[in-house]
């Protein structure tokens, strides 16, 4: 999430942002659809530091050079080592003025998701979860408790799933909550905020009318359910099953699974390839164990209910 603006007199006179994978950056968008002269004075701003070298786009370094800035001021240095440093240095070079990092906690907090993907090469984790005052999580024979108050849900659909990329639940979930992990808000331009749905289900045990199995949600199933199939009669429901969950519009997907759980750089290259850079934890217990045993989180949220239901 990159932002350039234009400033002239105290003025901002252009202003753009990057608008997705493979599309021009912040500070080249502005650059290229700019076409006054730029003036001595003018000074450009953008939370990250500008690139130098060729990606999916030319360096912005070069049209910096080119349009005639002299001074900028970045929020962050880039954590990617192609670029981290140097493209600071590339404009200091040509006699370009820097000024920065001038906000890197501010910059980094927006941005933690595509920092991960690139000094840990997974997504940033935010595990949910939900408890009463005196500790559960559910009912004592594990069916749903309604836990947090309407209040409480609006905060976390506004500031917790549309603000990820993806919602991740476990089979369990799916099974005791029929959870539907949409976003439902007053503010309904936040609702089109649309996270990737994904269920872990290495068994394939979730019903086919779960509420979460709608048009584009992932299901990711263990690679070996389908091989034993023709050997293990136990199994032979499994593909009649995938082929429902396809129908219902669902993505089913295969990866291997290792100490009994999904191999975490295959579950990683998986959402890579669906641009997933954050993603939602919201449970339940098995998946957050799993997640924290292998110190695959970044932070942690807990929504505390204000009143025990048994207190109701
Ligand atoms: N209070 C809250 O915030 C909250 C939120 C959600 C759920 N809950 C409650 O939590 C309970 C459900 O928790 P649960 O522990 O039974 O189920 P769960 O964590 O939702 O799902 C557990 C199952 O998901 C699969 N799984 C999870 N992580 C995996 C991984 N890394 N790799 C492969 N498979 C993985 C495994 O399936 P297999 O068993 O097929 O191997 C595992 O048994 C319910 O009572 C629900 O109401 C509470």
Redesign the pocket.
Known sequence: MVGAVLVRDGEIIAEAFHEGFGLPHAERALLESFNDPIKPDDILYVNLEPCCHHGKTPPCTDIIIDKGIKRIVYGMKDPNPEVSGKGIMALERAGIETVGPVLPEICQRLNRGFISLQTKGRPYITL????TRSGE???SD????K?TSPQQDEWSHRYLRARHDAIL?????????D?QLTIRLEDKKLEQSSALRIV????S?IPNDAQIIEEGTLV?I?ETLLESVTTNPEQAFVPARMQELQERGAQVIQLP?KD???D?DA?WRELLDHGISTVLV??????????KK?GMIDEEVW?VGIMDNKDL
Not at 142 to 145: E, I
């Open positions: 949910k979860h939900a408890q999580i559910a009912n594990g069916s749903t408790l836990i639940v476990g089979a369990g979930t799916v099974i005791t909550d959870p872990l289900d290495p068994e045990k990711i263990g699974i009994d759980v999904f975490w579950l919201e449970g339940g217990a098995s998946t957050w164990a799993n997640f292998a929504l």
